[in-house]
């Protein structure tokens, strides 16, 4: 099957099967959009040939999307009103991504209980230090400091996210991962699939709908693991020292890169060098939450 969203540009710039080479220019498609949802549902709509109204009911779908979204929240952080180029530059460019990257839309189908187009998976889990306190999205997941990038860092964070993905797929697939009773009558997917079942022992115990992925469990355990790191706790943490570390390293490395990545003349290169080595080490110890 052809692939739905080339065909405008195949049409204007066709691919010559007798020619080997073939030349183009790219970039990681995650810089302006790493979730393709929307290529992802055409492809589905053109599979089952049904429209977008179609597979958003219950009574009708014949496909259905799960998105797995460890970050979903975004940071409730202070504006900082530093007038500096640098800064001005850093979160200016930060806006222009975040804009482009937002679906309010599909996390709001994704959250609707009468959507069947979509669901969705986040990170949940409770963190018990001075009794529960319930964590969500990014603050339930250990790997979100860095810009997302601190399980390089310790293999205590990787370890954590590992089992907390095991066990909020296991809740979401018994409880979430669902659909109303009422489907059974007017679907025939759902229907036939639980043709001669014993609907009690696949229902969800939040709110009585059936599992559209039947779980042959008794009962779920709904306790996360206790897990017990170097911190003392079953949450990971790192001290200052653990990242001072990699001070120098970093230095080191940014300071061999930029220079291949950006075509500037040496005032804008002293210029983005002073600017990018300041206050390294506070923006590097502070982008870890530590509870």
């Known amino acids: 099957m052809a692939i739905p969203w080339l065909a405008e540009y195949l049409a204007?710039?066709?691919?010559?099967?007798?020619?080997?080479?073939?030349?183009?220019?790219?970039?990681?498609g995650g810089l302006i959009n790493n979730e393709p949802f929307e290529k992802v549902q055409d492809?589905?709509?053109?599979?089952?040939?049904?429209?977008?109204?179609?597979?958003?009911?219950?009574?009708?779908?014949?496909?259905t999307i799960l998105m797995i979204e460890p970050f979903p929240t975004s940071k409730s952080a202070q504006i900082n009103k530093d007038q500096a180029i640098s800064n001005v530059i850093g979160l200016t460019l930060s806006t222009m991504r975040s804009q482009m990257r937002s679906k309010p839309v599909h996390l709001e189908d994704a959250f609707s209980e009468d959507c069947a187009a979509q669901y969705l998976i986040t990170p949940s889990r409770k963190l018990t230090k001075d009794g529960d306190t319930e964590l969500n999205g990014e603050s339930a997941i250990a790997c979100g400091a860095l810009s997302r990038?601190?399980?390089?860092?310790?293999?205590?964070?990787?370890?954590?996210?590992?089992?907390?993905?095991?066990?909020?797929?296991?809740?979401?697939?018994?409880?979430y991962f669902t659909v109303p009773k009422i489907a059974?009558?007017?679907?025939?997917?759902?229907?036939?699939?639980?043709?001669?079942?014993?609907?009690?022992?696949?229902?969800?115990?939040?709110?009585?709908?059936?599992?559209?992925?039947?779980?042959?469990?008794?009962?779920?355990d709904y306790t996360f693991p206790d897990f017990?790191?170097?911190s003392g706790t079953n949450w990971?943490?790192?001290?200052?020292?653990?990242?001072d570390q990699y001070k120098d390293k970093m230095k080191s490395r940014v300071k061999a890169v930029l220079p291949n990545l950006l075509s500037l003349n040496l005032i804008l290169r002293i210029i983005l060098a002073i600017v990018s080595f300041s206050e390294f080490t506070i923006k590097l110890q502070t982008s870890f939450w530590i509870p």
């Open 12 to 28: 204007t710039n066709p691919l010559d099967p007798r020619d080997n080479n073939y030349h183009s220019l790219n970039v990681d």
């Open 149 to 175: 990038f601190s399980g390089f860092i310790n293999k205590e964070f990787r370890v954590h996210d590992y089992f907390l993905g095991r066990y909020n797929c296991k809740i979401f697939l018994r409880d």
């Open 184 to 220: 059974l009558e007017k679907n025939k997917i759902f229907r036939e699939g639980y043709e001669n079942a014993n609907q009690n022992s696949f229902c969800s115990q939040v709110d009585g709908s059936l599992q559209i992925i039947p779980v042959f469990e008794d009962s779920t």
């Open 228 to 230: 017990k790191f170097s």
């Open 43 to 63: 492809i589905l709509l053109a599979l089952t040939e049904q429209t977008k109204q179609e597979q958003q009911s219950f009574a009708n779908t014949r496909s």
């Open 236 to 243: 990971p943490t790192l001290t200052d020292n653990d990242i």
